[in-house]
């Protein structure tokens, strides 16, 4: 059984400041790795996806994949509080289906 | 572009009923997954479809079905409902399949009583 663990929240953090979304998968053969971010009530929208071990960076957010650790995280810096929202790690191996995480839910104090 | 669509946004059901739910992706895509998504059990796949044919399917039970028409739309149809069904259903499209990066539908918000 394939799985996505993620620390389900809420994760506080001041205006301005970092904030670290941290995930972890099981199966060792998964290839690409995404983070989608889920305001209330409305659908997944996509914020980044990374295929190779090390940093990737987008503005204000940077994906950093570890395989050899099965680990992904995301960092939103200068966090705002329209930043407020559930951030779900989303795997997959190949032409098999999303496996998704729980989700973190990131509350941005302003 | 515009993106995926779905219909209805919100639906009503008994228990026993059941329902039919209609997803149009982004032009030029022709996967086509459906994912329900619950509190307890987060986003969970249902099935994809490609070129009118289920290439993968999720562990759910034989009332969950799909399909897919020639333009690439696809309905999902959930019959003899049950109170645990009520959930976010969405639907997500890609070009060529799951390989590729999933664009979510706004996603059909059915509450069964």
């Known amino acids: 059984q394939k799985e996505v663990e993620q620390n389900s929240g809420p994760l506080s953090v001041p205006e301005g400041a970092i904030a670290s979304l941290n995930c972890t998968y099981s199966d060792r053969g998964s290839q690409s790795f995404f983070w989608y971010r889920q305001y209330s009530g409305k659908s997944p929208e996509l914020i980044m996806f990374i295929y190779s071990n090390g940093d990737k960076e987008d503005g204000r957010f940077t994906a950093q994949l570890n395989k050899a650790s099965q680990y992904v995280s995301l960092l939103i810096r200068d966090s705002q509080p329209s930043d407020s929202a559930t951030y779900l790690c989303a795997v997959n191996s190949g032409n098999t289906p999303l496996v998704f995480g729980k989700g973190t839910r990131l509350s941005v104090i302003a | 572009k515009a993106g995926v669509t779905q219909t209805p946004r919100y639906l009503i059901k008994t228990r026993g009923q059941q329902v039919t739910l209609s997803c149009s992706p982004i032009?030029?895509?022709?996967?086509v997954s459906w994912y329900q998504q619950t509190p307890g059990q987060g986003l969970q796949f249902l099935f994809e479809y490609f070129s009118e044919t289920q290439r993968n399917k999720g562990n759910f039970p034989g009332r969950f079905s799909g399909r897919q028409f020639s333009n690439s739309r696809s309905e999902m149809n959930v019959s003899t409902l049950e109170l645990g069904d009520s959930a976010l259903y969405l639907c997500a499209s890609s070009v060529q399949g799951l390989e590729e990066t999933q664009y979510f539908g706004p996603g059909t918000r059915l509450l069964v009583l």
């Open positions: 032009s030029g895509h022709r996967s």
